[in-house]
């Protein structure tokens, strides 16, 4: 099937506590391979932090989160100069179509998503409405630039259906049947779903009360290195295949952690410490995650210390990004019967 779209990679993190290693690895470091494969847009999502308590009502907390994202992607090598980098709430069509998309979505796709049940809890009656319908706001995201492939992760792919679903009931209840693409999922790599450094079955999380639970990008060599120490292991030494890491899930995410961090295969990371002990394994793992992260952490201080030039570059990208959006939502408007 042909389409008259021409490819456009979407995607962005929310500026919501502090991004760690499963960031790295699960998405930042495949975008800077994406970017050399076809043509990107990465945003800050600060108009989705704000559905969660920890982006809203605090004003200096969110900006300031917003430049320390924007400073990891440049920092992991995002290259502004050909691939803008922008947060949403300095391009309004993100909200102008997201309100467009609320009216043609339906309440029984909505009630079928599964994040806003986890992340409400037992008290859905408290969570507000901007969580409700954050899956159509990260439709308009992704739409608002007709991006066709969108890198997500497993927790995210049911939400780019919904997207899907959005874009073909728009094309087809105002007559435009190539309007919107249908954007497709990229998955990423093997260390998409990089695990707790304290529990092995658990996800690394940026909410996780445990610091000791993730390595931070800002994190200095010496707490890398004791966080890797202290990260949880079993007694056994390390396998010789990977069908002995069954049953042994800290032992798979430290391996699969290595492999993702040297570029090399989980067998092949196997077959170089099969049988060693884990203290050994550890050393050589905080020395190889230090070399690799360390530069970063050096680079986004260096950003920080200059909000203003953060900001130019925020500002900047932005309005590459409205240069794409605006055409797009004045055609929107005009579908729909707005008079502008």
């Not at 679903?165 to 790599?189: R, T």
């Not at 998409?192 to 200095?220: F, H, P, Q, W, Y």
């Not at 203290?279 to 680079?299: D, N, R």
Request: a neutral charge.
């Amino acid at each position: 099937m042909t389409t008259p779209h021409k490819p456009l990679v979407l995607s962005g993190m929310q500026p919501t506590n502090t991004l760690h290693l499963g960031n790295y690895l699960g998405a930042l470091k495949n975008w800077v391979k994406m970017q050399e494969q076809m043509p990107c847009l990465f945003c800050v999502v600060d108009m989705h932090a704000i559905t969660a308590e920890a982006g809203y009502g605090k004003p200096e907390e969110l900006a300031r989160a917003t430049r320390e994202v924007a400073a990891a992607y440049i920092a992991g090598g995002v290259d502004v100069n050909r691939t803008p980098i922008f947060n949403q709430g300095q391009v309004p069509e993100h909200a102008e179509l997201s309100w467009v998309f609320n009216c043609v979505a339906r309440l029984g796709w909505m009630d079928r998503m599964t994040q806003f049940k986890e992340k409400s809890g037992k008290h859905k009656e408290r969570a507000s409405v901007g969580l409700y319908t954050y899956p159509v706001l990260m439709a308009a995201d992704i739409l608002v630039y007709r991006a066709t492939h969108v890198p997500v992760g497993e927790d995210q792919k049911q939400h780019l259906e919904l997207a899907r679903d959005i874009a073909q009931k728009f094309n087809n209840d105002f007559g435009v049947p190539d309007f919107f693409p249908q954007p497709e999922p990229v998955i990423m790599g093997t260390a998409t779903r990089v695990m707790s450094l304290r529990d092995g079955t658990k996800k690394m999380s940026k909410s996780d009360e445990s610091d000791a639970s993730r390595i931070n990008l800002t994190d200095t060599a010496e707490t890398i290195a004791d966080k890797i120490r202290r990260a949880k292991t079993d007694p056994l030494p390390l396998p010789s295949s990977k069908d002995e890491l069954a049953g042994r899930p800290e032992a798979e995410n430290l391996l699969s952690i290595y492999a993702a961090l040297s570029d090399q295969t989980l067998e092949a990371t196997i077959a170089e410490f099969s049988g060693q002990q884990f203290s050994g394994f550890k050393g050589k793992f905080a020395e190889l995650t230090v070399a690799k992260l360390e530069p970063m952490a050096k680079e986004m201080r260096r950003l920080l210390a200059d909000p203003g030039e953060i900001d130019r570059i925020l500002k900047s990208g932005a309005q590459k990004a409205r240069a794409i959006a605006t055409p797009v939502m004045d055609e929107v408007k005009k579908r729909v019967g707005f008079i502008s």
